[in-house]
């Protein structure tokens, strides 16, 4: 999904970093490529590049600082070939604490960050030492399996994002107000998910998180250096010592299994071994076995020369939520990479490529089969699974059926490895394909894309039964890029355009036949606080409506929720304003809204602000209720 190459400019007042007017372009995988930005001053680059606020290509670095030693491996210098198996944190760690440190000596951390990602395809989670909370709750009690829930990524199998007992009316909306706010470490972070009285989130950082709904106290904490952004989900596990675990899919492929009453580690596999895939979609439990969908950041290695591109298939794979066990992996294509040509640095490539699947899969329980929608192209080799839903038998992964919107949308950022000929214009499915079983017994499968064009297909036989408009530009940063909402009735679909080009903001669809209800534009020009400065008005957070009403989170930091009936602004929240934390951190600012939207449940509503490291190393974390009640 998207990446372009942007050209950054970053004077040297960014946090010191000597940068010598790289413009470098982006080497990231997510689904907005950003305009150059302008950090207000005294913002701290976070530890991950993840916002592309690292503008420093490793491969340049590694040529002349490593190359001589370790490409060709000279003595017991390990290979780069080697070294590229390596997780990012040891390359990190040699770098900075290890045997390599006189090699790095005078790197600044941007350089650092750099050349670990151009050798291990990732960026390292830095080791950061973290005591024991100081706001840790005083009582443990056990879990309300029957409380409120918001589980998953979409509320519902069906990925609705609609939460039909939200516990406030659309009428008390404009008196929401924070009743409780958390800062901590990671550029992006999992959707709050709601279980009962407790809340659970996890971030890129390392952290997983379990705390009170109501007060934010922390039940406890599990540190690792990984980390995830998936969506979690909580299923109920007999051998857990609480009865349900936890299940986290995480940035290195690995879903994790914790117990949910005390973050005991249950189990873990590997689920993939493309050097550059992860889980960016949530998993979806049903019937005791996740479906876990696999991207890639392979589409932004458009401009390393010595990566031999590309090579990454969109996948799901199935997992015995008891044990860890693979039950079956699927590739979208029956085809296998084969090599290519040869790009201008001489190194060998492959294709087909691409269909990374960014969006939680959708389980229909009656047909039998999961949904995903897949991204772009990244090759010129044909590729007839790209930007298309595809139907799989729940038990064996076998496909029923493919709709492919849009052939031949071959995109990479950056120019190297881009394909030959004809470019496309990166019109991924970022979000998930939401089922809506209409009066009548008749479904519909309906998702949009970054074409800013939603489809509704048929979920028997896949066909396409109506398309919207097009409601704005779309775009590789434009169109639908999370998610959608629907009570049923309506299909409600957020519009990451840019206001120059496009149209961002907010459009209603009738379920039924796709007719545009009402659409209005995101606000622009409002104060945009973002402390890295990327303000656009788009809403590319995914949506979620409750009866009546619709919540829309835009890049610039403004949550707000619209009128279900005709799109009126009924409230508006900038979540970048600082607000204490429960945990003890002193105005900690939020930021970028983007990715998993906000969820509702018991009275409450949480979101995370920062994405991205837009906000700095933390992500805030708000939960407001009525009054702050
Ligand atoms: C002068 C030669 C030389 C240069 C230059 C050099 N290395 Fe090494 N590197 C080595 C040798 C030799 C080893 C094996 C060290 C050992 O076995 O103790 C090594 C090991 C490593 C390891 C594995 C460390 C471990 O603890 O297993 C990493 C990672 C690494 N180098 C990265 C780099 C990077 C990145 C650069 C450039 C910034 C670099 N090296 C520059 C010679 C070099």
């Known amino acids: 999904m998207r ?16 940068l010598l007017a790289l413009a470098v372009p982006q080497a990231l995988a997510q689904p907005n490529a950003r305009p150059a930005v302008t950090p207000k001053a005294g913002y701290v680059v976070p530890p991950e590049n993840s916002a592309g606020l690292y503008p420093v290509s490793g491969e340049p670095i590694f040529k002349a600082r ?63 030492a973290q005591g024991p909370d100081p706001n840790l709750c005083k009582v443990n009690g056990p879990l309300q399996p029957n409380g409120p829930q918001w589980n998953g990524w979409g509320r519902d199998l069906e990925n609705s994002r609609y939460q039909p007992k939200p516990g406030f009316t659309a009428a008390e909306i404009p008196r929401l107000k924070v009743k409780w706010a958390f800062a901590y470490p990671g550029t992006k972070n999992t959707e709050p998910l709601v279980f009962g009285d407790r809340l659970f989130v996890a971030s890129l950082g390392g952290k997983v998180y379990s705390l009170d709904a109501k007060t934010g106290c922390v039940h406890w904490r599990f540190d690792y250096r990984g980390g995830g952004r998936a969506s979690m989900t909580v299923g109920r596990l007999a051998s857990a010592p609480s009865g349900y675990a936890l299940y986290l899919g995480d940035d290195r492929m690995f879903v994790h299994a ?42 932004s290695q458009g401009n390393v020369g010595a990566y031999g591109c590309c090579t990454f298939i969109g996948t799901v794979v199935a ?89 031949d949308d071959n ?111 995101a606000p622009t020009g409002v104060t945009c606080n973002v402390p890295s400065g990327r303000c656009l008005p788009g809403y590319s957070q995914a949506g979620t409506a409750i009866p009546g009403a619709v919540f829309a989170g835009a890049l610039d930091g403004h949550l707000r929720a619209y009128a279900a009936a005709d799109g009126k602004l009924i409230w508006d929240y900038d979540t970048t304003m600082p607000v204490d ?43 407001f209720s009525v009054d702050g009640r």
């Open 581 to 623: 934390t429960v945990n003890g951190l002193k105005a900690a600012p939020g930021g970028t809204l983007d990715m998993g939207g906000a969820t509702v449940a018991g009275g409450m509503m949480f979101i995370h602000s920062g994405y991205g490291g837009s906000a700095g190393a933390n992500n805030l974390l708000l939960a």
């Open 66 to 128: 490593c190359a001589a030693c370790h490409e060709p491996a000279v003595g017991r210098a390990p290979s780069r070939q080697l070294l590229a198996g390596r997780s990012p944190e040891e390359v990190y760690d040699a770098l900075t604490l290890g045997a390599m440190r006189p090699m790095a000596e005078g790197m600044s951390p941007a350089e650092i960050y750099g050349v670990v990602r151009f050798i291990t395809g990732k960026s390292p989670v830095p080791q950061s």
């Open 258 to 299: 914790f117990d949910a009453g005390s973050g005991k580690d249950l189990w873990s596999v590997r689920i993939g071994d493309h050097r550059v895939g992860r889980i960016t979609g949530s998993p979806a439990l049903f019937g005791g076995v996740l479906y876990v969908p696999l991207s890639a950041s392979e589409e």
């Open 319 to 407: 997992v015995d939520a008891r044990a860890g066990k693979i039950v079956w992996t699927r590739s979208i294509l029956e085809a296998t990479p084969h090599p290519t040509r040869k790009n201008a640095a001489g190194t060998q490539m492959y294709g087909p490529a691409g269909g990374a699947i960014w969006s939680a899969p959708t389980i229909d329980t009656r047909r039998g089969q999961l949904y995903v929608s897949t991204g772009d192209s990244y090759t010129e080799i044909d590729h007839p699974t790209s930007d298309a839903v595809v139907a799989m038998e729940l038990k064996t992964g076998k496909i029923r059926w493919v709709n492919q919107v849009l052939k």
């Open 411 to 521: 995109f990479m950022s950056g120019t190297i490895n881009g394909p030959l000929g004809q470019r496309g214009p990166d019109y991924d499915f970022g979000s998930s394909p939401e089922l809506v079983n209409l009066p009548g017994g008749r479904s519909l499968l309906i998702t949009g894309n970054k074409s800013a064009i939603v489809y509704a297909m048929d979920p028997d036989t896949g066909k396409t039964v109506w398309q919207s408009a097009k409601l704005g530009s779309g775009g590789a940063s434009g169109g639908v890029e999370w998610g959608s909402a629907t009570d049923g009735k309506i299909l409600y679909a957020p519009l990451a355009d840019r206001p120059d080009r496009g149209r961002p903001g907010l459009a209603a669809l009738r379920v039924t036949d796709g007719k545009t209800l009402w659409q209005v534009d």
């Open 3 to 18: 990446s372009r190459p942007v050209r950054l400019r970053l004077g040297a007042a960014l946090v010191g970093l000597v």
